[in-house]
């Protein structure tokens, strides 16, 4: 079993601009691409008219081309290394080595790069990001097929993306499986047929075996593939997606029988995390989403499992969060999960409740199975297992065709779950094996008469490919090899350690967005973001949102003294007696400092009880009709987030990440805890922060701010920055006392503006060295710093520390609306020196669907487009029913993106492109204009900062335009001046 090197992957230089050709042997068919990625299908006669018999500047010879990836520089990805798997209904073969042949290039480098290398392709070593790209398609598990007969007379040919099951079902291709999909999808620009080009290749294991029955050769073969995705973000996502999803189909090969059977593992269906033990001690376990604002997903996840799976023509999936309420029918009666989780241990039990909980809600109950760990391990209890297993498990059939026709079909899935989805999941599915290779072996009795003696199938052939496929994966997950069964308890400690660090240290993410598309896509939906999609359909979200911030000098006072009445509610809901929203507020979010004390002890190894006890105090309070999200320690600093359970369903997406500033950064005494919240596709930022200490410590707290707010999302809707921050009134402490008593006493407003005129967070915001771009409400009430314990008197220590508002709340919004509703302090509570203050905010916004991202990004990645800019600088006035009346005579125009002075209009066709770039230079609205092919890729960043165009909607073409930015980005981009239009592409020098 061999594979030739049929693609030769070159250079040429002698057309117009630099063109990148592979030429498949055998075929007389190249493909072409010009120096934007724009790829064309010729013949042998368009190849020798054009190229004549110029071979070409340095040639690769490779078995096969993957796609184009961006890192961000455009490659070509050709495979110069595989090592044969065997043979299943066709050979297979693992990746062992990968060339990045550049786009992106001129002749001058060329030259350069030949001179500086002797020959050869890159003999030095690359830059990094490609060196990794590269390591992680050799290295990680990634497999292919080629067909070796022609299709059978249904017409299908093998394919490793996809189980016999699922290939049943024509017409519903699964990308779900297939990790080169994404860099493949520039075939479709140019209406290539990709089969003929590229294979489409899995990650994860793939292993084979010949076992003879009697005179009869059996193919016994064992492909686990990978769900497409980042396999160590533990538990869900917002779509449903699992990590660590896993595909395993069991096939068998004999006497024109075909048998299949498919295994499923994958992480526990709930928001978790994963996190490594101090000191190299066991990894904890953190829930890191509330039960309601779970279970959605979690009901999303399941009922996509009868799409993903194909067994049935099920049609397409919902996308829809909505739809996916309630368990479907199918996923009931044909999904059964297995847990495989210690109930008694202290962080997997956490776990396991949790998982066992969402199986049995609300009447909905699917079959769950609880296997513990100790009872999958050690000694002779294996056999006793194996049996256990056939009577509680439903067998649910298998996938058995002969030469003739499908006898069977697989119905359901038995889906495992463990820790990290690998040993304990892998020790259970070959148990399962073993059962369903009994069921193979009963249909071939009757002319194998040898197989009732002995199931040699499972001894000879299936057991020892499970164990060496799921060595395979752990090798390609974590760089480790599994634990065996018989493995002691220290060991398997130690494994699961080792892949808790493993896992997050191991993986390249950027190598994984590098194929999915996701930097290339990264770069779109930042462009998206920042444009107003002004599309017929947009609708408007209004949120309401409630902050509360509290410094609590450590808590020991509120949980003591019993004698103290507190009504938890009224700090977070007294507001609404002001401005009420109807039921609350629609999010609520909680921020504490000084939440434990600050010792040396607590800032290295920071205990999680004060933070419970507040938790179960505020979901006490707050009411049943919240949920909380999500929440987040950092040392000192502790922030909740809940969402009512009326709009939990619109969250797709919840990331937390922490800045430490104390001790130059290396201490998270000080700094801020950040959760960057999605919802309805509105994107919002919650920083609480707690910076440096000090009367006189304005340009230390000043540093603090700009290393917090240069962590957050640069494409956030809104921004909340709270907290104790920490600046002081320069008053001097008797004169701010004697101030704020007359300001309170008499009514005086002049009194209330000279301190607010002595604030250093005031002071600084003016001169432009923080929070620029953000409001703050009226500082109307008493400053919030510094009081005696359980008094209202200021502080009366030998510091005597002057009064200061130290806890605020500032906003700040891209381009849509937001109500400050209420902002002041909350009395009552003087169990710290501090004072909570609370905000309430409505905001408003206009919400980008996801069926608008998807059309956009459809139009800017995939859509053959033109864009026209004018020759001079002048300025084109043009109304949008002229743009499409004008480029619809050359083809069906799809999307149209306005910028000032520049138009890209993208079609249906390729044909239209050459069309409208045939007729060259010609003038638009009474202005010279010019017409180049426009590769789909995101907008250059300074083109971006321009004014954009607002031009009106039409209902049959969708429009984009440029929307405000944040204050500070608005006025530097309208100062800029605007961007040269695009030259000519160069020509290159004879």
């Known amino acids: 079993m061999s594979l030739t090197k049929n693609f030769r992957v070159s250079h040429r230089l002698d057309s117009l601009t630099p ?8 075929t007389g068919y190249s493909l072409t691409f010009d120096h934007t990625g724009w790829p064309s299908e010729v013949n042998e006669d368009v190849k020798h008219a054009r190229f004549g018999g110029d071979r070409g500047v340095n040639p690769i010879d490779a078995y096969a081309v993957l796609g184009i990836v961006e890192l961000p520089s455009r490659y070509i990805v050709a495979v110069t290394g595989v090592k044969p798997v065997g043979a299943l209904k066709s050979p297979v073969f693992r990746i062992s080595d990968v060339e990045l042949v550049p786009l992106e290039i001129t002749k001058d480098t060329l030259e350069q790069e030949q001179a500086a290398q002797k020959g050869g392709w890159r003999e030095k070593e690359e830059e990094s990001v490609n060196a990794n790209f590269k390591k992680f398609l050799s290295e990680g598990g990634f497999y292919f097929s080629v067909s070796a007969t022609k299709p059978d007379k249904d017409g299908c040919l093998f394919n490793t993306t996809e189980s016999l099951t699922a290939a049943l079902h024509k017409g519903s291709y699964c990308e779900e499986f297939c990790w080169n999909h994404s860099i493949t999808k520039f075939m479709h620009m140019g209406h290539i047929c990709s089969e003929r080009w590229v294979p489409e290749i899995i990650r994860g294991a793939v292993r084979t075996a010949t076992v003879y029955v009697g005179k009869s050769a059996a193919t016994c073969g064992v492909i686990s593939r990978m769900h497409c995705g980042k396999p160590y973000d533990r538990g869900i996502d917002a779509h449903g997606n699992a990590s660590d999803l896993i595909e395993t189909e069991q096939l068998l090969l004999i006497d024109g029988n075909e048998f299949s059977y498919i295994h499923l593992r994958g992480s526990v269906p709930c928001f978790w995390e994963q996190i490594a033990g101090q000191r190299g001690g066991q990894p904890k376990i953190k829930m890191s989403r509330g039960y309601d604002a779970t279970h959605p997903f979690f009901v999303r996840h399941i009922n996509k499992l ?10 397409k999936s919902t996308s829809s969060i909505e739809d996916n309420k309630i368990i479907n029918q199918w996923a009931m009666e044909n999904i059964k999960l297995v847990c495989i989780l210690s109930s008694s241990d202290a962080w997997e039990g956490v776990l396991y409740k949790e998982y066992a909980r969402h199986c049995d809600d609300k009447g909905i109950t699917l079959n769950f199975l609880d296997l513990p760990w100790d009872r999958l391990t050690g000694g002779n209890v294996n056999t006793d297992i194996v049996k256990s297993l056939s009577q509680r498990i439903p067998f649910m059939g298998f996938y058995h065709k002969t030469a003739d026709n499908v006898v069977s079909v697989q119905k359901g899935v038995v889906r495992t779950s463990c820790l990290t989805c690998l040993d304990r999941t892998s020790l259970f599915q070959q148990y399962n094996a073993e059962i369903v290779t009994a069921e193979f072996a009963k249909v071939l009795e009757g002319k194998h008469a040898e197989l009732s003696k002995g199931n040699q199938l499972w001894g000879r ?5 499970f164990e060496d496929a799921s060595d395979d994966l752990s090798v390609a997950l974590t760089g480790v090899k599994g634990t065996k069964a018989s493995s002691s308890k220290l060991k398997v400690l130690k494994r699961k350690i080792q892949t808790a660090v493993k896992s997050s240290d191991s993986f390249d993410t950027l190598s994984i967005d590098a194929l999915f598309g996701e930097i290339f896509d990264g770069n779109i939906r930042r462009e998206f973001r920042s444009l107003d999609t002004a599309i017929v359909g947009d609708r408007t979200v209004e949120l309401s949102v409630t902050i509360g911030t509290w410094n609590v000098a450590a808590s020991e006072h509120f949980f003591k003294l019993n004698e103290i009445s507190v009504n938890m509610r009224d700090w ?3 507001c609404q007696t002001e401005a009420p929203v109807p039921g609350g507020s629609d999010i609520i979010v909680v921020g504490f400092q000084e939440i434990l004390e600050l010792s040396p002890q607590a800032i290295v190894s920071p205990g999680v009880e004060e933070c419970n006890r507040w938790k179960a105090l505020l979901e006490g309070e707050i009411g049943s009709e919240y949920t909380v999200v999500t929440s987040e320690q950092l040392v000192g600093i502790y922030c909740l987030l809940f969402v009512k359970k009326s709009v939990v369903a619109g969250l797709t997406d919840v990331q937390v990440h922490r800045v430490m500033r104390g001790m130059g950064g290396l201490s998270g005494n000080k700094g801020a805890v950040v959760l960057t919240v999605r919802i309805f596709e509105i994107e919002i930022v919650f920083s609480c922060a707690h910076l440096a200490a000090g009367q006189s410590k304005i340009t230390d707290r000043n540093d603090d701010y700009q290393s917090i707010y240069a962590s957050l999302s640069s494409n956030a809707d809104f921004v909340f920055f709270f907290g104790d921050l920490n600046y002081r009134i320069d008053l001097g402490t008797d004169a701010c006392i004697e101030t704020i008593n007359r300001w309170r006493e008499d009514g005086d407003m002049t009194c209330l503006m000279t301190l607010i005129e002595k604030d250093q967070l005031t002071v600084s915001k003016k001169k432009g060295l923080i929070f620029e771009g953000f409001e703050e409400g009226d500082l109307n009430f008493v400053p919030t710093y510094k009081y005696d314990l359980l008094s209202e008197k200021w502080d ?3 510091k005597a520390r002057s009064p200061a508002w130290t806890d605020r709340i500032l906003y700040t919004t891209r381009g849509h609306e937001i109500v400050n509703k209420h902002y002041g302090r909350i009395e009552g509570l003087p169990i710290s020196d501090h004072r909570p203050v609370v905000a309430a905010f409505e905001l408003k916004a206009q919400a980008r669907s996801v069926d608008q991202w998807d059309q956009y990004l459809h139009a800017r990645r995939l859509l053959p487009s033109v864009i026209v800019y004018p020759l001079k600088f002048a300025e084109l006035r ?6 499409v009346a004008i480029f619809q005579a ?19 066709g390729t044909d239209a492109v050459q069309k409208a770039c045939a007729k060259g230079d010609f003038e638009f609205a009474g202005t010279p204009v010019c017409v180049r092919p426009m590769l789909p890729k995101p907008l250059p960043r300074r083109t971006l900062k321009d004014q954009m165009s607002q031009l009106r909607v039409s209902p049959e073409v969708p429009i984009a335009a440029k929307r405000k930015s944040l204050s500070s980005d608005t006025s530097s981009a309208l100062s800029e001046p605007p961007a040269r239009p695009p030259t000519r592409p160069p020509v290159p020098r004879k």
């Open 19 to 26: 063109v990148v050709k592979v030429d498949l042997y055998g």
């Open 306 to 315: 009868r799409t993903l799976l194909k067994m049935e023509d099920s049609g």
């Open 461 to 465: 052939g299936f057991k020892n490919l």
């Open 878 to 883: 043009v109304s949008l029913e002229d743009i």
């Open 890 to 908: 050359y083809g069906e125009v799809k999307f149209v993106a306005i910028e000032k002075n520049t138009y890209v209009i993208s079609f249906a």
């Open 796 to 798: 009366s220590s030998e």
């Open 572 to 574: 977070l809901i007294s």
